[in-house]
């Protein structure tokens, strides 16, 4: 059964870091590009990150250049999300997936996905 779970969200301050992962179940993570999307209240999917399958290229949106980092561990079926110098305007619900390309504009098409772990940046 193909399953992506996210892990490591949580409450941060701003300037904080976080460090999001996601396991990858069911099938073989390295053939696909995987990334990172958000979700903010109110606001539509976005993509924030993705890395990609065969190139290693990494894609960041203009909002985290600089402080998210994304990255995958091959073995261990994992993939990160290392998030630095967090902002309030960086709360959401972080999605991991694995979107059809990298880049790839908004809205991104994906053919896995995972439920999500909430990220609240706020003082």
């Known amino acids: 059964q193909v399953q992506l779970v996210e892990s490591g969200g949580g409450l941060v301050q701003p300037g904080g870091s976080l460090r999001l992962s996601c396991a990858t179940f069911g099938f073989s993570a390295d053939y696909y590009s995987v990334g990172w999307l958000r979700q903010a209240p109110g606001k539509e999917r976005e993509g924030v990150s993705c890395?990609?399958?065969?190139?290693?290229?990494?894609y960041y949106t203009d909002s985290v250049k600089g402080r998210f980092t994304i990255s995958r561990d091959v073995a261990k079926k994992m993939v990160y999300l290392q998030m630095n110098n967090l902002k309030p305007e960086d709360t959401g619900v972080y999605y991991c997936a694995t979107p059809l390309a990298c880049p790839m504009d908004d809205p991104w098409e994906y053919h896995y996905w995972g439920q999500g772990t909430q990220v609240t940046v706020s003082s």
């Open positions: 890395l990609g399958s065969s190139d290693g290229y990494e």
